[in-house]
């Protein structure tokens, strides 16, 4: 049965939707594969190629690229491809942008762009895309977005094709997933390797922390790593011994305790305990570990860090022990003192505070506070929550005391109330209060007002200063102390203001304290200056029940002063008790030491056992030289009470001697106090010093003496002379050994009046000292005995010459005894190391003075020539840079090459005489450069001069150094050589235009004797046109010889000397068959002048044989002009013969035929030159026109 076409369709289809489902199947097995290979790979790009290699599969083609791009840009961040020539267009436009225009559309439209067709895909016409890809041969391409799971675009995933092709469905598919799976696994790579920077991160900050750091099992059974920093020993293996290996066995319930209570609660560990360290020594540490839970909550291990607070803890034990310390110091204050926490609880009560809050604590609690009232010195009360206390634990800087009244029946009692608070930095720790019973204060405030009747006799009475005023602030009443101080009559203040009379006290802290009074009617006390008088006084002003107010003062200036000296003498001697410098005894009137501070004995070398066993006195702490001072200051202070402040020597332990400054004083029970300042340093200084100032006093007279000088004689003299005074010795000179000579050499000499001069010559053997080799300084304090000389010989001979003692500092040069310095004298003498040392420093100055006067004479003599040179050498210029370039010297040899003078080029940079383009080219800097690494940068090219000439140089830069690596500057020479380079230069042209003319005058008579020989029948015609033609050359070549260069023959000349050699014309150029016609000057191109000429010597020789100039009714016309055409400028030649008797018509020409074809041929092919030759009936017509020199004008034309 036949079956309709529609059932095979459907059939058909059918079978293609199985084979893409079979393939779409097949590809997502591939796919699965894939992810399983990609799960253990760790290079992005080799992923990445895997990736692409799979999506030219899917795609059914051998093209493809991935790249990756920055999640906030297009640029591309990797890009790999297949399947493309590195050097094709597209990829080196896929590397250089990454497709950005199309990761700007798929982020925008999110699905995928396919392009069926580039070219006729018009959205991108004119891109740099399109172009490449037609360029390199791609008509279809596929571009799939990779998305993360947030919708962030990683890239794109590309297939491309040569020929327009359309994707099937389950490929797009396929790609898509393909590109979902490379999204996953760039965002888990990238996400691995933030973990592994953080990893990292995390390992070089457990690396640079100062902290311990381990790691735990959950149950904290097995210690599995630490890392203990040198502090604790590390844990490289699991280890489930850790709690006793690295816990003292006090400590390990504690720690236990608190591991226990942590895994219970699943929270942080944190508690301070002590480990062993792992020198073995034991030390505290700060505790903190952290559990890390697993998804279910449950911990999976701990990590845990560990701080060394041994020090912070070494110190709290110090606090303590400082605060027992002050508890005992406080335990013996006379008024209440204590310390409390910042919940207000006693920390500490001294007893004079526990017996007056027994029972009776002014405070909040329900028992005792309702019988306490606060009241302030004003006499207001107080609330609980302005208590002192309360106040200070607020932090509040207040010292306001208050009054606390306590009534218990008809017993009544006032404690007065201050404190303050006690802070670490800016947090308040606690506070201090001091309370002081002030029962009888308040009574006797009391009865005041029982005793006012008594008040003037008791205010005259008294010693004080006292004044009352009204309400309107006059004077009311003055007592004698107050009208003494003020310098005021009775009579004077009584109903004045107080204001008016004393201007100076309006606004001052005292008006202040009247107004407080005034407006509080509280009684107001205080310490102020006062100024009225000018100093401090103690002033209570009360406010009295009219509005006035009475003002008790005295004068409290010698109590402030008294109280201010004595806080700075208290503090100046616990500090010298406590400066590590300052050696601080306790001795008896015998000498004997009962104690000392550890300062003295560091410097004694003495313990403290030494000084408990009483076995120290002065008498065996002072060497024998210093008993007789010793003994007088134990008289002075058993005297005096004190000792004048006296500098001596003093035995260490060891036996050593130290300087030391001494001051005592005796104290009050009868027993001695001595400070002890240890002042060896400062006498060692003070020697140094005056040996320095000796040394620099000799050693500046010296310079003085020697920086005028430069005759060496008059140098040794002057030196000798300086330090023989200084030292005050018998003789002094300078010895030269001359080793022509073999001698001695003392040009002058320095001596004492009385001693024989040493100014002499002597011979070496005379003297001989072999040990000076060593360059060892050579002292001999007495020649009679002193071991230094190493025979009687030479202490025969020396004393034989009065020399008692002497020094001699030798001068070695290169292993050879050069000079000495001689200082000696008649008697014995112990030379110092301070005078050797003098010595030695002057004939150190001494031969450098001598070297230096040399070295100036002969640089003097090499300025000199140097100048010489330079002024002479006017044909080089030979000059001086700095380092940079900047000339510094500009010799007349320089102006004369270059035209700059001196003042116009120093300060100027070597690049003014480079020419223009080597300046543009960097050559100046670049020759400075060269002179730098290399020591030499030739320079041989043209330079610019002033006046823009150019000048040909030969020289080179070098760098001047003084020894250093650094050159200080450049040195620049070189000789201008111009005229040599320009005939050198000519002399090339020459020579190459010698062989360029020899070749082509050769080939030219090459052919001319060739076509001569073609048409000659006999030997004797063919010499005979032969010498004619090369007549013709030859006068050629003689006009080519007499030109200069750059010039050129010109066209008149050459025409002239043609018809002239036949005789047509004369010297003037006229004849009578010949008329010339034409500007003057044409110049001709050199390389076209022989061939040229050759053909005007045909054309003439023709009519002089056969022509207008062989018959006498011929004419011979030459006119000439110069044409400007599209090619240039050319010359046109016509050359016209009239009344000749030319042959019948049938008859052959006269002549060889030579001429018109050297015109007709030659010159066209080889000149481009434009030419007609005929044969009229009444003579020749001939028309030239060749390319002239580019240097010709036309008539009119400028220039």
């Known amino acids: 049965m036949k079956r309709a076409p529609d059932e095979d369709r459907d059939n058909v289809e059918r079978l293609k939707d199985d084979a893409s489902l079979l393939e779409e199947l097949a590809g ?16 992005m790009r080799v992923a990445l190629q895997e990736i692409a290699a799979l999506a030219c599969t899917f795609a059914r083609t051998e093209c493809g690229c991935v790249q990756l791009v920055d999640e906030h840009s297009n640029d591309i961040e990797l890009g790999v491809y297949r399947g493309h020539d590195e050097c094709r267009p597209f990829v080196q436009q896929f590397l250089k942008d990454g497709f950005q225009a199309i990761c700007d559309t798929v982020r925008r439209e999110r699905r995928q762009l396919v392009i069926e067709d580039i070219e006729a895909f018009t959205p991108r016409k004119g891109t740099p895309d399109y172009a490449s890809a037609l360029c390199s041969g791609i008509r279809t391409a596929q571009f ?29 598919r396929l790609l898509e997933l393909l590109a979902w799976t490379a999204a996953d696994y760039v965002e888990r790579n990238r996400a691995q390797a933030v973990l592994r920077t953080s990893e990292s991160r995390l390992v070089a900050l457990s690396l640079a922390s100062s902290e311990v750091h381990y790691r735990m099992s959950p149950d904290w059974g097995e210690m599995r790593a630490l890392t203990g920093k040198g502090f604790l020993a590390d844990t490289v293996n699991p280890s489930r011994a850790w709690l006793m290996d690295y816990i003292p066995d006090g400590d390990q319930a504690l720690v236990r305790q608190k591991i226990d209570a942590g895994i219970h609660t699943k929270t942080p560990i944190i508690f301070e305990h002590r480990v062993r360290r792992a020198d073995g020594s034991v030390a ?17 291990e701990w ?10 803890k070494q110190a709290e034990q110090r606090l303590r022990d400082s605060e027992t310390r002050l508890a005992l110091v406080l335990d013996q204050v006379p008024i209440g003192v204590g310390l409390f926490d910042t919940q207000g609880r006693f920390t500490y009560k001294n007893p004079q505070l526990s017996d007056q809050l027994t029972g009776l604590s002014p405070s909040l609690d329900s028992v005792y506070g309702d019988q306490w009232k606060g009241i302030d010195q004003q006499g207001n009360p107080v609330t609980p929550q302005q208590f002192p206390g309360v106040r200070a634990l607020r932090g509040e800087d207040t010292a306001a005391p208050v009054d606390f009244r306590h009534l218990d029946g008809t017993t009544e009692r006032w404690l007065r109330v201050t404190a303050f608070a006690l802070r670490d930095g800016s947090k308040v720790t606690g506070g201090l209060t001091v309370v002081q019973d002030v029962t009888g204060q308040r009574h006797v405030q009391a009865g005041l007002g029982v005793l006012a009747e008594h008040n003037r006799d008791i205010l005259e009475s008294i010693s004080d200063a006292f004044y009352g005023l009204d309400a309107q602030w006059r004077f009311t009443y003055i007592n004698r102390k107050a009208e003494a101080l003020w310098a005021r009559s009775p009579a004077q203040l009584p109903g004045k203001v107080i204001g008016d009379e004393f201007a100076a006290l309006i606004w001052s802290a005292t008006h202040t304290a009247h107004l407080q009074a005034v407006q509080t009617r509280q009684m107001v006390r205080l310490d102020v200056a006062s100024p009225v008088l000018g100093h401090w006084v103690d002033i209570s002003l009360s406010p009295t029940s009219d509005g006035g107010m009475s003002a008790y003062f005295r004068d409290i200036s010698d109590s402030k002063r008294a109280q201010e000296q004595l806080r700075a003498s208290e503090e100046r001697f616990r500090t010298a008790l406590t400066i590590e410098t300052v050696g601080a005894t306790y001795f008896d009137m015998d000498g004997r030491l009962t104690d000392a501070n550890d300062a003295f004995l560091k410097m004694s070398g003495y313990s403290r056992a030494d000084v408990e066993a009483g076995a120290l006195t002065w008498q065996n702490l002072t060497p024998a030289t210093s008993h007789g001072l010793t003994a007088q200051a134990f008289q002075e202070l058993k005297a005096k009470g004190s000792t004048t402040p006296y500098e001596r020597e003093y035995l260490r332990k060891d036996g050593s001697l130290r300087w030391a400054l001494f001051a005592a004083k005796r104290l009050p029970d009868g027993t001695g106090f001595e400070f002890v300042l240890d002042i060896t340093d400062r006498k060692l200084a003070e020697a140094a010093l005056r040996e320095v100032q000796d040394r620099n006093a000799l050693l500046l007279k010296l310079s003085d003496a020697l920086r005028p000088l430069s005759d060496p004689a008059a140098i040794q003299g002057k030196a000798a002379r300086v330090l023989g005074e200084h030292v005050n010795a018998g003789r002094a000179y300078f010895v030269e050994v001359d080793g022509r000579t073999q001698q001695y050499v003392v040009e002058r000499d320095w001596h004492q009046p009385g001693e024989t001069s040493q100014a002499r010559r002597l011979a070496l053997s005379d003297w001989p000292m072999p040990w000076l080799i060593d360059a060892q300084t050579w002292v001999v304090r007495d020649t009679a005995i002193d071991a230094a000389l190493p025979d009687d010989g030479q202490r025969v001979a020396y004393l034989g010459n009065d020399i008692g003692a002497l020094i001699v500092v030798p001068l070695i040069n290169g292993g050879q005894l050069v000079a000495t310095f001689v200082v000696n004298q008649r008697t014995a003498r112990d030379w110092t190391a301070a005078e050797i040392r003098l010595a030695e420093e002057t004939a150190e100055r001494t031969w450098a003075a001598l070297e230096r006067a040399r070295a100036q004479g002969a640089l003097i003599e090499s300025e000199e020539r140097y100048r010489l040179i330079l002024e002479n050498a006017l044909d080089y210029a030979i000059f001086t840079t700095d380092t940079s370039g900047h000339i510094q010297t500009w010799p007349p040899g320089a102006a004369a090459v270059f035209g700059w003078t001196a003042e116009e080029a120093v300060g100027q940079h070597i690049a003014m005489n480079f020419v223009a383009e080597d300046r543009l080219a960097g050559v100046p800097q670049r020759e400075i450069e060269q002179a730098h690494h290399t020591g030499f940068a030739p320079n041989v090219r043209w330079h610019q001069c002033k006046d823009g000439r150019r000048v040909f140089i030969e020289g080179a830069i070098r760098p001047l150094r003084d020894g250093g690596v650094e050159p200080l500057g450049y040195l620049t020479i070189g000789q201008d050589v111009t005229r040599r380079r320009q005939w050198e230069d000519r002399q090339q042209v020459l020579l190459a235009e010698l062989q360029h003319r020899t070749r082509n005058l050769m080939g030219v008579v090459r052919v001319v004797f060739n076509r001569t020989q073609r048409s000659s029948k006999t030997i004797a015609e063919l010499a005979l046109i032969y010498n004619d033609r090369l007549d013709a050359l030859a006068r050629v070549q003689g006009l080519l010889s007499r030109l200069n260069e750059g010039d050129r023959i010109l066209f008149d000349e050459l025409i002239h000397v043609e018809l002239s050699a036949m005789g047509a014309i004369d010297a003037h150029g006229q004849g009578e068959q010949v008329v010339l016609d034409g500007p003057s000057g044409v110049r001709l191109r050199s390389s076209t002048v022989q061939t040229f000429a050759l053909a005007l010597h045909e054309l003439a020789t023709n009519a002089n044989k056969y022509g207008a100039l062989s018959q006498p009714g011929g004419q011979l016309q030459v006119r000439w002009r110069l044409l400007r055409t599209s090619n240039g400028t050319r010359l046109r030649i016509e050359w016209s013969e009239t009344g000749v008797n030319m042959p019948a018509p049938g008859q052959a020409p006269h002549g060889s035929g030579y001429g018109s074809e050297l015109i007709e041929r030659a010159l066209p092919y080889q000149l481009q030159a434009e030419t007609t030759y005929a044969l009229d009936p009444d003579g020749v017509r001939c028309t030239i026109e060749l390319p002239v020199s580019e240097s010709m004008r036309l008539e009119g034309e400028k220039g």
Not at 284 to 300: E, F, R, S
């Open 28 to 43: 997502m097995r591939t796919l699965h594969t894939l992810q399983v290979s990609l799960a253990a790979q760790l290079d």
């Open 144 to 172: 799939t977005p990779m998305f993360n799971r947030a919708g962030v675009l990683l890239g794109l995933l590309s297939t491309q094709f040569t020929v327009p092709y359309r994707l099937a469905e389950h490929e797009l």
């Open 284 to 300: 505290w540490i700060a505790t903190k570990g952290l559990p890390a839970l697993d998804a279910q909550g449950n911990i999976c």
């Open 303 to 312: 990590f845990g860090t560990a701080a060394d607070i041994t020090a912070r």
